[in-house]
Every structure is written in C-alpha cells, then in structure tokens.
C-alpha cells in the first residue's frame, strides 16, 4: 500500500476523452457549483473539473443547457487574450473579463458540438480553430451532460509545450444565450451573472509552483486552486507624464499614463487656439500597464503652445508643451 501511493504520488493523471467525467479524481473538482443559481430555469452548471499530465490539459464541465450556450473561458496566462468577447466572429457573447484576458473558448450550443469547438481568440472580432485539441460532449438538451476537452500544452504554449514559469491559468464557466446576449449561470459564482455583463471572479490554478516551466506533476489540483474576485475600482488616469517640456522635429514628445480599470481612452493635441492637431483611440486599456505613446509635430505646425489632453470616461487631464522649430 505505501508503495502503491508513492508510485500515485509521482504520476501524473491522464484522462480518458470519452465523455465520462467520473474519470477525473474527486481533487480535479475545481468548483462545486450550487444546482439551483441558474437565472434560467433548466439551464444550469454543475462543476468544473481541471487536471493535467506531462503533455496536456484537461478540463471537464458538468452543466444542463436547453437552447442556450454553455462555455468555458480559459486565460492560459500567454500574455495574449481580450478582455471583452462581445464582438467575436464565434460565439460573440456579452462578457467582460477583469482580472483574466480570454485566449480560449471552448463552446457549444443546445449540447451539441457541430456548431461548438475549441478556439484560441486573437483579437476582439478574431477566433481561429485551435488543433490538435480533443473535444467531446455527452449529453443533450434539456439533460445532464458532460463537456470534456484536452488541450495539449504544445498547442496552448508553443511546440515545446513549456509553460511560463510559475504558470496560472484562469478559467470561468458561463451558460448563456445567443450572439450578444448575458449570462445565466456561472462557475465560479459571479454576482449578478442575470443582469451583468461583467465577469469580476475566476478559478486560478497554479500549473508550474516551482518555476521549472513544466507544469508540476502529482499535485492535488484542488490545493492549487483560488478563487479570485477581480474588485471594482473607482477609474483614474494614474502616471500622467510627458517626456520634456519643448518639442521639435528631431525630439518628439513622449506621452504616459496609466488607467486604474478597464477603460477606454482618448488622446489629443491641441493647438493653443483649440483646434485639434493629433489624436490617438484605445478601445479597452488593462489597469495598471503603462501606455506610451509618441507625438512627433509635423513641419507645417505651427511653432507655439501644444496640449496634451487625455480623456477617460470623461475624467480630463492635460499638460502643456512648447513646439520650437529647431
Ligand atoms: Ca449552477
Ligand atoms: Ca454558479
Ligand atoms: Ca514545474
């Protein structure tokens, strides 16, 4: 028996594709999610379960879903991913991450995975099939059902299949209708999953605790496992600065700042008679990562008084330049 459990205790657990989550260890059940907080009566989520061995993740979803959507949202911490997937090309939904940027989707619709898959999302409006991935489902509408997807690490990070070093992948699981629309159910729970769009709590699970960059082995997943609540924070601009005071064709100006949530921004230059000579858009900037942007002054401005104005949500800051031809 004790060499029984120390041959367990340095193996990996790989699962069997084939739609039978009992496959998975009662440690692999991340979030135990309550059978009645559904906002849609005969929609529900049950639980997530996630494991991995040396080559590839798994992840298994309990769920009932009729004539609506279930997904699963992975944040596999590659620095890519959005933050809002409301305007996908598949299974555009209206969701906004905080704390997690989305880079994949695993999706069906009514339980049936003709219309579903696994995609890795490369932009807003941008998904592309993610191969070498194994999907099944078992189960229909209106029916308990079992959603199970392997996802080998050399698909998620790269042929070598090496993980960033202390790796954390984020997950949420959301039952939901069609294009556009909001949530019903949601694991883990999110406050106000029927009526808000904004998805402030995930599931962490550390892969890679000693930094080796391969995902650990024998660990119990449930001990790894956080539940994290991304807070609401007031927005301000934070860390408003410009390079240098005067500018020229050969020093152009240097703008920074930062934004203490999810926002979107806009940048101008204005003239000292008001008239707008440059501006810059950000659709979604992340909390806390510092913007730079470059301003070069074209020959035929005028030399004088510049400003810098930054708007977020309508919180205005600007900062004074000099324009002096050399
Ligand atoms: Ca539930
Ligand atoms: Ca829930
Ligand atoms: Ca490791």
């Excluded at 997530?48 to 992975?74: E, H, K, M």
């Excluded at 230059?269 to 002054?297: A, C, M, N």
Aim: with cysteine; charged share 25%; proline share 4%.
């Amino acid at each position: 028996m004790i060499i029984f459990s120390f041959l367990l205790a340095f193996t990996f657990h790989t699962v069997e594709i084939d739609g039978d989550l009992s496959h998975f260890d009662t440690d692999e059940l991340v979030y135990k999610d309550a059978s009645s907080d559904s906002y849609w009566q005969g929609n529900e989520l049950y639980g997530l379960f996630v494991t991995w061995d040396a080559g590839a993740l798994y992840l298994g979803l309990s769920y009932r879903v009729q004539n609506n959507a279930a997904l699963i949202v992975l944040d596999a911490d590659r620095g890519r991913g959005v933050n809002d997937i409301n305007n996908l090309d598949w299974y555009p939904r209206n969701f906004q991450f905080y704390g997690m940027n989305a880079d994949v989707l695993c999706a069906l619709w009514n339980a049936d995975l003709s219309t579903g898959g696994v995609r890795e999302i490369l932009a807003k409006d941008r998904t592309q099939p993610l191969r070498g991935v194994e999907i099944i489902n078992n189960g229909v509408s209106g029916d308990s059902s079992a959603l199970m997807v392997k996802i080998p690490f050399s698909v998620l990070y790269g042929n070598s299949g090496i993980v960033k070093p202390y790796d954390t992948i984020k997950l949420v699981a959301l039952i939901t209708g069609s294009d556009h629309a909001m949530g019903a159910d949601a694991i883990p729970d999110n406050e106000n999953i029927g009526s808000s769009s904004a998805i402030r709590t995930h599931i962490e699970i550390v892969l890679d605790k000693d930094g080796d960059s391969i995902p650990d082995d024998s660990v119990s997943v449930i001990n790894r496992t956080k539940v994290v609540t991304y807070p609401e924070k007031p927005l301000y601009l934070e860390n408003f600065e410009i390079s240098n005071k005067i500018v020229n064709e050969n020093t152009p100006l240097s703008i920074r700042f930062s934004v203490t949530d999810y926002s979107f921004a806009k940048v101008y230059i204005y003239s000292e008679q008001g008239k707008k000579v440059y501006e810059w858009h950000f659709e979604s900037l992340e909390p806390d990562v510092e913007k730079t942007i470059l301003w070069r002054p074209s020959e035929s401005l005028p030399q004088g008084i510049y400003y810098v104005l930054i708007d977020i949500n309508d919180i205005i800051r600007s900062k004074k330049a000099f324009f002096i031809k050399r």
